[in-house]
């Protein structure tokens, strides 16, 4: 039996990556000097697996921000207005990345989007009229090379055609059917060229065909395969699915004449079903998505064994794989010295699920697997009980009736209190919650937990910061003030950090866009809040102004879809856990007069089932009444805000208005507006905040700029709906766009405000 790991994450143990490529942002480093640190990390990467026993070991799965955007720039999808910033290759794909503003001219990044189900983010490749798809580059080729050189044979990875056209925005009047030659034209050519390297198997991940496809869909995964399938260049393909199975198009994915294909056992909830009811065809090897690629638990080896020893039965060859990449967990417990021996056993990051995927491929050769010695130390693992118990929390859920997610008075009524109480000018301005996390910040962080200074040092650091956060809002002229957010280092894991229940890494990181990695927290047991985790800082910032403060919370749905998940409840219990003790810190929030809280749902959207089909029952079912239990029993006259980091809601839009919040904020800069129709058309009642400029770039948007994008909305949305802010938190810009950019949005609500009163 063989194994194959689907892709390795690729930021570094200790983010390398994202610090060489921060540097190289900043002029630091030059172009080598990053491209060398790249090298080494992909020498580790590969190292690493081949000495846990990976048989088919990924390449080009390293990618400098994102791999759909390097697969975009292989197949020549680059707009005009990047190249024509005349930049070399590496700094083209950058400003396609990131954005640019320089001498060479001013763009703006491209789309960015959650990539499925994930906390991930992939650049939405953009295909215009003019572009002409085309083989551009070396780089799968290089990095197959660069592997032989040191002695690895490598599986190279590519996002696959199919996926490729479906992520992609068609800006022009062409369509996909327009460019399906071309781009099967490329992958075969990419095929033939890696035939003639002397790469075995290429790897062609297609998750898009988890989602709910069409006839149109299968058709167009046919005609794409038929070409690029029809001369192989003497390499075997693989076609990798994950996050989901295969349902609509199992059969006909299995008729082409694909090498091998790859199934994800773990999120496929009728993968298994599939393979048993329709077969799978001889003279295949089927690739079985076994080890989890997503959550951070061992693998229940007894599970597993069952699966693969039916698969056996089904298919030629079976190898044993990760049910995604490895992308999504941390690197390895390695570094892990706070977490208890007790509780690490429990958990395996991408170094210990290869050596799962290795011990599993001598338990599996072995005569009877459950005699191994690796078999039986994983039963006894998963026969322990864990102390994870809490039943004051479990009756707490118990109780909960109808009444505890039912806000009165209704929606209306409040708002016009809310008016009278606050009292704020027609466009009110405020930003979504953090400010810079400057240098300082981080440091003054770090030391605390280090011990290198004193609780009352850090305190006070901290209280310095929200005072010249206050100061500078105040100077800006902003009306619904933050304090900063400075004293989070993320804003699921400072909830994590408070909660009970849960457990905290310290370099357990995850990418989740570009250079940006995230340290998900793991829920262990069940949830609880011992004390209040936001109130002293909140009221802290209070007193030192007249304007109103607004306090910032994570929500339980954010908090549960950022955190590492338990497996032995249900993610819907496990969010009223984390509701209830939201709960009781907004109630504090108000009983010490912060009468603005923002509960940030960030995530909501990004757990939603991808079919369609599975959406209410599975997820929406749960999560909407997860925000409105947290909010039910606050006062007419408290205001509560929600945020999420992106507008794509238009088909949840009914969900959205329920969770019945007083206002909320999203991101609306980076895509286009048309949010703002659906939002219309559906009489949505939710005063909105579409973000007024991108704080994902470190561009500074214009005063002019900014007011034409109100304009826009409000074209759409009745002024006395309409706030203006950033479409996220400030925290990963600098002070020196930071400023310049909030006073140019300031001005843009006077003038607007001026021209509307
Ligand atoms: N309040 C958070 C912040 O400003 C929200 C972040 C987010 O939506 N990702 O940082
Ligand atoms: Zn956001």
């Known amino acids: 039996m063989k194994t194959s790991v689907i892709g390795y994450p690729r930021v570094g143990t200790l983010r390398e990556l994202k610090f060489a490529s921060e540097k190289y942002f900043r002029g630091d480093i030059s172009t080598e000097e990053l491209e060398a640190t790249a090298a080494d990390l992909r020498k580790t990467h590969w190292a690493t697996q081949k000495e846990n026993g990976v048989d088919y070991i990924p390449s080009n799965d390293f990618s400098f921000f994102d791999g759909t955007l390097e697969t975009a720039v292989l197949l020549n999808i680059i707009p005009k ?9 590496l700094d083209t794909y950058f400003a396609m990345a990131r954005g640019y503003q320089g001498e060479s001219g001013d763009v703006k990044a491209l789309a960015m989007k959650k990539w499925f189900n994930t906390n991930y983010h992939y650049m939405v490749p953009e295909i215009d009229d003019d572009c002409e798809i085309k083989l551009n580059g070396t780089k799968p080729f290089d990095l197959f090379n660069e592997a032989k050189a040191q002695g690895i044979a490598t599986k190279p990875v590519i996002v696959g055609a199919f996926t490729m056209l479906k992520l992609a925005r068609f800006t022009g009047s062409k369509s996909i059917a327009d460019f399906t030659d071309a781009v099967a034209d490329v992958y075969a050519q990419i095929l033939e060229k890696l035939g003639a390297l002397g790469a075995e198997w290429v790897q062609f991940d297609e998750p898009y065909l988890v989602h709910d496809l069409d006839k149109d869909d299968i058709s167009l995964f046919e005609t794409l395969y038929n070409k690029i399938l029809a001369s192989k260049g003497g390499v075997k ?14 059969k006909e994915v299995t008729a082409l004449d694909f090498d091998g294909v790859g199934l994800d056992f773990i999120e496929g909830k009728r993968t298994l079903d599939l393979v048993k009811t329709n077969g799978f065809p001889s003279g295949k090897t089927l690739f079985a998505g076994v080890v989890n690629g997503k959550n951070i638990w061992r693998n229940h080896y007894a599970k597993t064994i069952e699966t693969v ?12 794989s990760t049910s995604c990449s490895l992308l999504h967990v941390p690197y390895t417990l390695k570094h ?10 429990h958990f395996a990051f991408a170094e210990e699920k290869l050596g799962e995927l290795n011990e599993l491929k001598s338990v599996l050769a072995a005569p009877n697997a459950y005699e191994t010695a690796e078999y039986k130390a994983n039963a006894a693992l998963f026969e322990e009980s864990r102390d994870c118990d809490n039943k004051a929390v479990q009756a707490r859920v118990a109780s909960l009736t109808d009444a505890d997610f039912v806000r009165l008075p209704e929606f209306h009524e409040r708002e016009k209190i809310q008016k009278d109480a606050f009292k704020l000018p027609l466009f009110p301005t405020t930003t979504i919650g953090s400010f810079p996390q400057t240098a300082d910040v981080r440091e003054n962080r770090r030391k605390f937990k280090k011990g290198e200074i004193t609780e009352q040092e850090y305190v006070d650091f901290n209280k310095k910061k929200i005072e010249e956060c206050v100061r500078l809002q105040e100077e800006i002229g902003i009306d619904v003030l933050v304090h900063g957010e400075y004293e989070r280092n993320d804003m699921v894991e400072y909830f994590g950090e408070c909660l009970s229940g849960y457990l905290f890494t310290e370099k357990a990181w995850v990418q989740s866009y570009g250079t940006r990695c995230v340290k998900p927290p793991i829920v262990w047991g069940d949830v609880s809040r011992e004390k209040p985790m936001t109130v002293a800082w909140s009221t802290y910032a209070k007193s030192l102004t007249d304007k ?11 908090i549960l879809n950022w955190s590492f998940p338990r497996e032995d409840i249900s993610l819907k219990e496990c969010a009223y856990q984390i509701g209830l003790a939201i709960k009781d810190e907004v109630l504090d929030l108000e009983a010490n007069g912060i009468n603005i809280i923002q509960i940030d749902e960030a995530a909501l959207r990004e757990k939603l089932p991808l079919r369609k089909t599975d959406w209410t029952d599975e997820y929406l079912s749960w999560a909407i009444p997860a925000f409105r239990l947290v909010h039910n029993t606050v006062k007419p006259e408290t205001q509560i805000h929600t945020h999420m980091c992106y507008s794509e809601f238009a088909d949840i839009i009914k969900e959205i208005d329920d969770m019945d919040a007083d206002v909320i904020t999203f991101e609306a800069s980076r895509s286009d507006l048309t949010i703002l129709d659906v939002l219309k058309e ?12 991108d704080i994902h770039s470190p561009r500074i948007p214009s005063a002019e700029e900014i007011k034409a994008a109100l304009n826009k909305m409000l074209a759409r949305i ?37 021209e509307n009163q």
């Open 548 to 558: 109103p403060m607004k306090g910032m919370l994570t929500g339980p749905v954010t």
């Open 309 to 320: 020893t039916e698969l056996n039965k089904l298919a030629d060859e079976v190898v044993i």
């Open 237 to 250: 393909v693989l076609v990798q699915t994950y996050f989901g199975d295969i349902r609509d198009c199992y």
């Open 718 to 754: 009745p002024a006395s709906k309409l706030w203006v802010n950033p479409d996220c938190g400030l925290k990963t810009r600098g002070v020196a766009e930071t400023k310049p950019s909030l006073t140019n949005m300031v001005a843009a609500a006077k003038e607007l405000r001026n």
């Open 682 to 693: 559906n009489n949505f009642r939710t005063e909105v905040g579409p973000g007024v400029y």
């Open 336 to 345: 892990e010295q706070k977490l208890d021996e007790s509780r690490k056993k």
């Open 81 to 89: 207005r990047y190249s024509d910033l005349k930049l070399g290759e």
